[in-house]
């Protein structure tokens, strides 16, 4: 959603001619027949929504393209495999008032290691988003980095009160910008021995949300936010 909720952005696989076939895809590696990605457009209107369709082929310059996070400019981020190794990568193009500029990768999203998910600050103070850099490794791990002065800092590894042994990944920030929402397939554990009503809530919870699935987690900002504040100040 775009930050004055004027406009949503989102990805489809949906043919850009009507009657055509959908969008081949191509990323980890191989071919994904009918599972392609671009960023899509539909505005709101004083009666609902309007007709949806594509950003121009500025952004859309390649058959997967993911995660789109608008900026209050009107500049979009976003994701695409980039690069020799082919892994995902982490992109800005800006907003001129009338067009997007080319495309250009974030300096510290280098495609030596996957980085997904950008969700950024309207005024692009700050973003969340998800990689596979250490100390993530062998999985998605939440990251924020900071801009000041225009310039992105090092990304700081959101430590274990965001992150688990699984992955934790698809960061989107509240209205406020000071909470952060993720998915994540942790699963909180189990302490024995227990009682028969303890275990009765556990295996309940076990069929509500603590099933390893994707669920939606929360935490807030404010501990990285107010500690950026008080080292640049």
């Not at 590894?157 to 994540?184: I, K």
């Amino acid at each position: 959603m775009a930050p004055d909720g004027t406009y949503l952005l989102f990805i489809s696989n949906r043919p850009v001619k009507k009657g055509g076939k959908p969008a081949d895809g191509f990323y980890n590696g191989k071919s994904w027949p009918g599972r392609g990605s671009a960023l899509w457009r539909v505005d709101r209107t004083a009666s609902g929504w309007g007709e949806a369709y594509p950003l121009p082929t500025t952004v859309n310059n390649g058959p997967t393209i993911f995660a789109p996070s608008v900026a209050a400019d009107g500049s979009v981020y976003f994701m695409k495999p980039d690069g020799p190794k082919n892994k995902f990568r982490l992109f800005r193009s800006q907003w001129n008032g009338h067009s997007f500029d080319q495309p250009v990768p974030l300096a510290f999203s280098t495609g030596e290691e996957t980085d997904v998910d950008p969700a950024v600050a309207p005024d692009e103070s700050f973003m969340v988003f998800g990689s596979g850099r250490s100390p993530a490794n062998k999985s998605i791990d939440l990251f924020i980095c900071f801009q000041d002065h225009g310039i992105w800092g090092k990304p700081i590894h959101m430590g274990d009160v965001v992150n688990s042994p699984g992955s934790d990944a698809e960061a989107r920030l509240s209205p406020d910008h000071r909470t952060l929402y993720f998915a994540s397939d942790r699963v909180a554990p189990t302490k024995f021995p227990e009682s028969v009503e303890e275990r009765k809530r556990d295996l309940e919870k076990m069929a509500e949300w603590n099933n390893s699935l994707y669920n939606i987690w929360f935490v807030s900002l404010d501990p990285w936010l107010i500690q950026h504040r008080s080292a640049v100040n």
